[in-house]
Every structure is written in C-alpha cells, then in structure tokens.
C-alpha cells in the first residue's frame, strides 16, 4: 500500500509493521539507513518517523553539508529483488511515503548525562520497539510532560 500525498517536500519510502508481542508499530525509513522509529499505534508511528527522518536530515546536514535524497519506492522495491534483508524487511510490512512533516520546531542535537547501565536499557528497549535511542527519549519525555 502506497499513499501518495502531493507536496514539494522530498518523500521517503518507510516500512511499517506491527509487533503483537509488544503491541507496537515499528517504522523503517528504506531509504534511510539507521533511521527508524515507532509507536503505539499505526498514526504514532507515522507521526514519530517524521520527526526522525527530520532528525536524520539535520545530523547528515551538520556532518556533512549534505541533505540525502530520498530513492523513490519504486527502486527501493528494485533493490529488494537482489537483497535479501530489504525482502525481509519489506514482508508483511505496510510501505507507505512519508515526509519530515511541519514541526513545530526543529529537531536538535543534545548532549546528555546518564549513568552507562541505564542508557545500555534504553537502547535495549528502543531497539525491542523499532526505535532509535533519540525517537524513544523524545517518546518517553512526551509521555512524562503530558
């Protein structure tokens, strides 16, 4: 399934499936690599990987002055035909196109503090849920302010 939405802003083929175990919606940006995200629902999900795809630009941006352009669905599923892990990631996942969205403000880079056995069991966390360790701090902070 493929929503096509019109809009001048670059489009990114993201891979969307749901975990029963954990009750969760892990998201895949294809084009993308190491930019993931997720959530409680399908919506959240879709909702967060927008933001980490506008994470994702801002880091490659300040590292290399250099904005990714996205590969288009159609060669992503070209590629899936000779790789084995895109064929894989690609079963029975919803891809659909997203954008990094209109934020209400920029995404920033920070620089935290935390004891190393708890950031270990944060990541291990956000990698069970499909999440980079940024997508799921900003969840959790989210939920704690609200």
Same mark, same amino acid.
């Given at each position: ?32 690599? #190491? ?26 941006? @300040? ?29 029975? *996942? /919803? ?5 990094? #969205? ?9 620089? /935290? ?16 849920? #499909? ?7 900003? @969840? ?5 302010? *609200?």
């Amino acid at each position: 399934m493929t929503q096509n939405i019109t809009s001048s802003r670059p489009k990114w083929s993201v891979a969307f499936d749901h975990d029963p175990e954990v009750g969760m919606w892990g998201a895949v940006v294809l084009d993308l690599p #190491g930019c993931t995200s997720g959530g409680d629902s399908l919506e959240e999900a879709r909702s967060n990987v927008r933001e980490a795809i506008a994470i994702y630009i801002a880091d490659a941006q @300040e590292e290399t002055g250099v904005v990714p352009s996205p590969l288009g669905l159609e060669n992503i599923l070209r590629i899936a035909e000779a790789d084995a892990d895109m064929r894989e990631r690609l079963e029975g *996942a /919803i891809v659909l196109e997203s954008d990094a #969205g209109e934020l209400k403000s920029r995404s920033v880079r920070v620089q /935290i503090t935390m004891n190393e056995g708890l950031l270990a069991r944060v990541d291990q966390v956000a990698e069970s849920v #499909g999440m980079n360790r940024s997508a799921w701090l900003a @969840e959790a902070a989210r939920r704690l302010i *609200a």
